[in-house]
Every structure is written in structure tokens, then in C-alpha cells.
């Protein structure tokens, strides 16, 4: 018979791309993840795994292994929803997935109550970008994802799954202290031509919003310097290297050398909790939804 966490290892790896990748996702070092794979290797007789340059590729049978292993994932997932819910408490395991200001600004307080008032449920985060955590909860790598989008940048709605807004946060241009901008009640998207900016990678949604905004007024925008994290930007701000455009939830205090300036109109990124249609009636996920809603109007900064 299949072992269904060597069966879970291998889904990993094929959602995730690599060994490491399906490591940190099940919370299991790559060697871990490798001896699982080698023994379902060896229960199935098969090759499951190739070497392919620095990294690995699966067989065509670990892909038909992986169809398989999805739906009995799927089926166990309806198995504990059932069994939780016929409990009537939120229990057991919950995998969540936040990018990375609301793992700041939000999650800890919301984890944080949900251990006090419902301690049979065990809550895990991972910090992942809203490009690729609502793949993984389509897929059913995680329960819960807390993801965003932008006014043009629509969130997708994969097949399966549901959402529900958590709350909008509002996004400020932040620029260095003696900038031409700084002391302004407000500055208008037109004014914005000629400036350097500094802004997350492409492929990340505020980067995208902020190329097809400008470009919309009629600017083409120079992008001089780019991070990830927001922190990363402010301070390459304050060091007088550009502006930015950067969301208020979990930004933190502003150090001295930046100001911040509205800008007109000001532009909102809408939250989101989503999870899979299947889960909708688990006690965990519904108490954790209704707690990230409860728990926004205290964290989010007013518009």
C-alpha cells in the first residue's frame, strides 16, 4: 500500500519545483523530503526523480503518481473537514500563507488569538507572495491564504476557490525629506513624470500597478533601484535614491529623513483570505476568517 505522507512529499516537489521548496513547505529538511521520495521510489519500483542540471525533474510516472496523490489528498482534506466540523471546533492543523507586510502587520495578532481562545488548533505561516500562494491553495499545498490585489491588477479566482475581503489599505508616496513633494497635501498622478522611483521586482503586483499607472497618465517610469521588502525600500528612500509608492499595513514608524504625501487619487490595495471550496465548512477556517475581519479594523491604517 502507497504511504500517503511519501505520496504527499512527492506532490511537494512538483508543486514547489525543488527538494528544498517541498522542505520548507511540509516543514521538513530536503534530506527528509529525499528519503521519502527514494522509499516510495522503492515501494513503487519506479524512478520518480531525475537530475536535471543543479536541481531535480520528475518522471512521466511520478506526474501520474502526483494526479493520484492530489486526489487522495483531496479526499483526506474532505475526511478531516467532516470529522472537525461534526466536532464543531476549530482543530487540528491549519497551513497559512501571507505576503509578507500582512504576515508583519496582521497575522501575528490574529495567530496570536486564535492559539488563546481555540488551543486544539495548531495554525502554521508561511510568508509567500500573493503571485504564487493562490496557486498553492488551489493546489491544496496550504489551508488559508491572505493575498491582495490592486484596482487593476484584479486578484485571480481559480476554479474551487473561495474568498472573502478582509479589509482595503491604503498606499502613500513616501519620498526623501527634502524632496519638492514633501510637505505637499496631496500630489496627482500627472505630476509624477521625471522621477526615479525605487519598487519591488516585476512580477509582484505593486511593481506591475505602478508601471500601469503611470503609463497610463502618459509617464514612462524610471525604475533605479528595486527590493522586496518595503523596509528595504523606505530606506533607499531616505537615503535620497528615489520615491516610492508603498502600502500603509505593516510599514512601521517612517524614519525622519522621508516624508509622506497622498497621492490623488489615493490608491487602495483590497485584502483577501481564500481557501478551497471543499474546506469551506471547517470550523478552522471559518473562525479564522471571521478573526482576520475582526481584527482589521485594529491594525489597518485609516484611510
Not at 32 to 47: G, H, M, P, Y
Not at 50 to 72: F, I, M, S, W, Y
Not at 138 to 143: I, Q
Not at 245 to 255: A, D, F, H, S, V
Request: charged content about 20%.
Amino acid at each position: 500500500m502507497l504511504d500517503l505522507q511519501r505520496l504527499r512529499a512527492l506532490h511537494a516537489v512538483s508543486v514547489h519545483g525543488t527538494v528544498a521548496a517541498a522542505g520548507v513547505a511540509l516543514g521538513f529538511t530536503p534530506s527528509a523530503v529525499s528519503q521519502q521520495i527514494a522509499k516510495l521510489e522503492r515501494e513503487t519500483r519506479t524512478v520518480l526523480l531525475e537530475r536535471e542540471g543543479r536541481g531535480v525533474r520528475l518522471t512521466d510516472e511520478a506526474h501520474q503518481l502526483v494526479e493520484t496523490a492530489a486526489e487522495l489528498l483531496a479526499l483526506v482534506e474532505r475526511a478531516e473537514t467532516r470529522l472537525e466540523e461534526r466536532r464543531g471546533v476549530p482543530a487540528g492543523r491549519l497551513t497559512v500563507a501571507a505576503f509578507a507586510s500582512a504576515a508583519r502587520g496582521l497575522l501575528p495578532c490574529v495567530l496570536a488569538d486564535l492559539a488563546v481562545r481555540h488551543p486544539a488548533l495548531d495554525t502554521r505561516l508561511s510568508e509567500v507572495d500573493p503571485h504564487l500562494s493562490v496557486d498553492l491553495v488551489a493546489k491544496g499545498v496550504v489551508d488559508l491564504v491572505v493575498a491582495h490585489d490592486w484596482d487593476i491588477a484584479p486578484l485571480p479566482a481559480p476554479a474551487g476557490v473561495e474568498q472573502a475581503v478582509i479589509g482595503d489599505d491604503p498606499c502613500d508616496l513616501i519620498v526623501p525629506a527634502g524632496h519638492p513633494f514633501a510637505g505637499r497635501t496631496a500630489v496627482t498622478r500627472e505630476e509624477l513624470g521625471g522621477q526615479r522611483w525605487v519598487c519591488q521586482p516585476p512580477g509582484r503586483v505593486c511593481h506591475d500597478w505602478l508601471v500601469r499607472t503611470l503609463r497610463s497618465a502618459g509617464h514612462e517610469p524610471e525604475i533605479v533601484h528595486q527590493a522586496e521588502e518595503n523596509p528595504t525600500l523606505v530606506a533607499l528612500v531616505a537615503a535620497g535614491l528615489g520615491i516610492s509608492l508603498i502600502p500603509r499595513l505593516g510599514r512601521g514608524p517612517l524614519p525622519p529623513a522621508v516624508a509622506e504625501v497622498p497621492l490623488d487619487p489615493m490608491p487602495v490595495r483590497r485584502l483577501y483570505a481564500l481557501w478551497r471550496a471543499g474546506a469551506a465548512r471547517r470550523p478552522a477556517i471559518a473562525e479564522t476568517v471571521r478573526t482576520l475581519r475582526a481584527h482589521w479594523p485594529r491594525v489597518s491604517p485609516h484611510m
